[in-house]
């Protein structure tokens, strides 16, 4: 194969893309180097992924997609979940919820924190010397400071009274002392790393929102600023102190934001090479294997790990200075259409534009019984087995497991029953063959009349007045709505003639990645994946099968509900732009292992404890939107 | 070199000259607001005006789009009402003609909030993908009872008390 002509120096056009030889920019012309075998890797802050991506009809015509505006503002920090401007300074970090910052942002979070000084005043040791920060609640920390004391005091005693001269000599003369001693100065040297904690969330800016934080407090504000820390640093954990939290504050910033260049290095990557296996069939015993045409065993890549260690190597991006300096080389502007031309690893034998894909879903460990007696007592219902979603691909008569990720099923949630009160009801997910045929990408969840008014509502502030306003976060479209920001329907389909049926079952993107990889965690009846992986299953099915794009799916549909005297109508116009596959692609969801006392679920209202009802509970209503609910969250759920 | 005190006057006539042009853009403001309210009138009916899913009301496409589009507002039934976008007031619907905005095209959602005297105030969105209208039912308070979430409040307990005589107050105190 033969190497496009290097172009001169300096400017480079829309046309062209750069490509590293011997560490040095050159410029080619980018249809010239994707024919010659190199694949073109988006570099430009109008990069979506390819279900956001502009799409062209049968005739040319351009099909918008209304979400893709909404999904680049958020990438590029200049608009808000509504599509609105967003305030002057302030920052996203979506990643976590599927949007990952474009290049320019990365690009201005580099050179900020190349500036920044305040990191130095920050302690790392202390900092590394405790794995996790043990949550006390504010309201605890006066009876667990006089604890610390008290122990302190007694250990100081039995010091003196063993002639030790520290607590460490203490614990070896006196074993007994050792487990106390452990505990009391685990939880001095939480408290230290509390402070460079505070100290390191303050420096990045972090602790300015969510109100007056107390030092030294687990507050709110304390809570808002790890969240946010979270969702910029792309980590799957509880708002609390934990070992993947505080690894990453153990970083310095410069490591961390070099860590989210290359996971958006792996986006842009990915969707260049259209590749989806990314190691997740991996097990101890390692990859599995197919047997290739040449009759031999092959095993199965992580494409997504291999392919973007692959171009960061080529385009000289390997290391954390080599990134900074790729930033200060290319001004802001040229991320306005910067690519780059890579010559990737060659693709499986299997790969070809019409894949023999499937989906096949293992409910795992399922409970039917209720999880909690009538006052109210929670029985636990531990599951070994958890929920798992697997696709696979026919190649030469064989089934290829190409990727497998944590899902969810249905369980217990809360439901708006007719007599306008709360009740429980068990919302499972279907057992048998499916199919997808539309995927959704900017998928609108209608909010069936069984959600509870109270996950409806939220406060906003709108042109300068701080109301109570529908909530169209879970409605979408929009990163935090009930089905994510891409969806696959699962229908039965209609035989001789008839419509497919669709019992409301999607397996979608979601934020709530709690009820994903949680052992407490359950949907409504859908199968969620996190936003990221949904994003990239998708992408990968619509260009591996044949498929026609419907584009956006236009709908009036208004509804309104009370809320305190006040009428609130929820207006969606539009459905969320679609693509249908042809033929559809085929999905099982086996039925798993049934734990407990019921062998079938409960299908009726179970009032729940506590609550006072006006009479006996009315009949369930069944609407095909009413399960994926994001909006009522179980109690205690977050 | 300017001295203070004609530095002073200057900087009064700037302010009333900002005063002045607020007071201009203001009045030409509603002056336009009224006139598309009014001037709509009766066209509404015939004009072409799209639902929100960006086709006219016979299903054509519009060919080309604007900057700008625009949002009809009216109440169901008829009534006068105003619109507010949080704090900010957009004017009135003069019902039964519509109140017509003109917005942006593609500029984010409004959360605006209908208030008619006699109606339980509605809070309702519009979107600027395209030109769409807005159609907002009222209810009047006594009718609440008609709208989902509105729920009854269960009876209070029976009176363990019932039918027995109040307690005395204690006798005054000598």
Redesign the interface.
Known sequence: MQAPAVAPEPAHTDNQAFVVHDGKESWVDAEAAARSGYTIIDFSDDWTPFIFAEQSGPDGIVMHNRYRRVFLGLANDTLDEDGEPLPAGEKNYLELYGIPPSFGVLRARFLANEQQTCHATINQEKLEEVETIAYVAPEKMKSEAERTARLHRELEDARKKNSAATLAELAQKETSFAPKVKAYERRVAEKAAMAEVEKRLACEGMLKHGGKHTTGVYDDAMRLAVRRFQQKNMIYEANYLRSKTMDALALPPLANDYQAFMRVLRERVVSAAGVVEDGSVESKAGAPTYTGKSGKPVALRNLVDELTKSAAEQLGLSTQEAALAFFKHHPAADFRRLRAAVKLPALPEYYAPDMDLSIVIDRGDVWYDLPWDASGVRHPQPRKHYPSFHLYLKYNNQRILLARWRTTVGGWRAEQATDGYEYFRYKGSDVGPRVIRNIVAGPVWIAPESTPIRSLLKMKDVAGSWQRVVNYDELGPGYLSAYGLVAGYFVQPGKNGKADWDNGIRAHGSSDYLSIYSSEGYSHGCHRLPNHLAIRLYSFILRHRPMRILGDQGMGFARQFLASDDVFEIRLPSRGYSYQLEPPLPVEVLEGDIKGTLKTPVLTYVPKPGIKYPGPPPAVRNSDEGRAGAGAKSEGEE | MRTPARSARSQRWLVRASRLALATAALLFAVSITAWAAGKQGKDAAAKTT?????TADGETPAAKADTVHVTIQTVPPRKAQVK????NLGPIPAPRALVLERPR????L?L?IHASGF????????T?TD?R?A??L?P?TE?NT?????????PPPNPDAGAPPALPDPPKP
């Open positions: 639902d929100e899913t960006g086709k976008w949080g704090r900010k593609d500029s984010g959602p959360d909030t339980l105030p509605v809070h309702t969105r519009a979107y993908f769409s807005v907002v039912k209810t308070p609440k709208l989902f979430g509105y729920r009854e409040e269960p009876a």
